[in-house]
C-alpha cells in the first residue's frame, strides 16, 4: 500500500430509511385552557375544533344506524365503514394539561404516528400528530386562541 492512493468515498445519504408510514412528530404535548383542539380530514377540508373545556372525553367512529346515536367526531361521511373504522373505534381523553389517545379494541386497529395502538392504553397526543383509524389518516393539531 505504500505510494497508493486510496479513495475514501462516503456513506451516501439515504432520505427514505424511516420506512413507517407516519414520521415522527415533535410538537408540543401540552394542552391548555387558551388552546382548542383541531383534527383534520387528510383528503378534505373538513375539520373537527374543540375547546379545552369541550374536552373531557371524545369518542372518534361512526354513527349507528340501529340507535341513531353518533359519536363526537362522526367519520361516517367520509368513508369510515369502507376504511376499516368501527362505531366505537377510539377516544381522546384530556388528562390534566395534556390529550391522550386510546385504541378501544378495534379489529383494524389505532395508529399514532404509524405506530399501532395497544389496545386500551392511552398515549399521548402531540400537536402535529398523525392519527390513522383503519385507512382514515387524520391530522392533529393544537391551536392558540
Known amino acids: 500500500m505504500i505510494g ?4 475514501q468515498v462516503s ?6 430509511t424511516d420506512y413507517e408510514e407516519g414520521r415522527p412528530q415533535w410538537g408540543t404535548a401540552r394542552f391548555n385552557t387558551r388552546m382548542s383542539l383541531i383534527i383534520n ?4 377540508k373538513d375539520r373537527f375544533s374543540f375547546f379545552f373545556d369541550e374536552i373531557s372525553e371524545l369518542l ?3 354513527g349507528d344506524p340501529h340507535t341513531g346515536t353518533a359519536p363526537d367526531i362522526n367519520l361516517e361521511p367520509y368513508g369510515a365503514a369502507d376504511k376499516g373504522v368501527s362505531r ?4 381522546i381523553v384530556r388528562r390534566e394539561t395534556a390529550l391522550n389517545v386510546i385504541d378501544l379494541g378495534t379489529p383494524n386497529g389505532t395508529f ?3 405506530q399501532r395502538l ?3 392504553q392511552p398515549r399521548v397526543l402531540r400537536d402535529g ?17
Open 41 to 44: 380530514m387528510r383528503d378534505s
Open 118 to 120: 395497544v389496545p386500551h
Open 129 to 145: 400528530d398523525e392519527l390513522r383509524l383503519g385507512h382514515l389518516i387524520l391530522r392533529v393539531s393544537f391551536a392558540r386562541i
Open 60 to 62: 372518534l367512529g361512526r
Open 112 to 114: 399514532l404516528n404509524g
Open 88 to 91: 366505537r373505534h377510539a377516544m
Open 11 to 16: 456513506t451516501r445519504k439515504l432520505d427514505d
Open 4 to 7: 497508493e492512493i486510496v479513495e
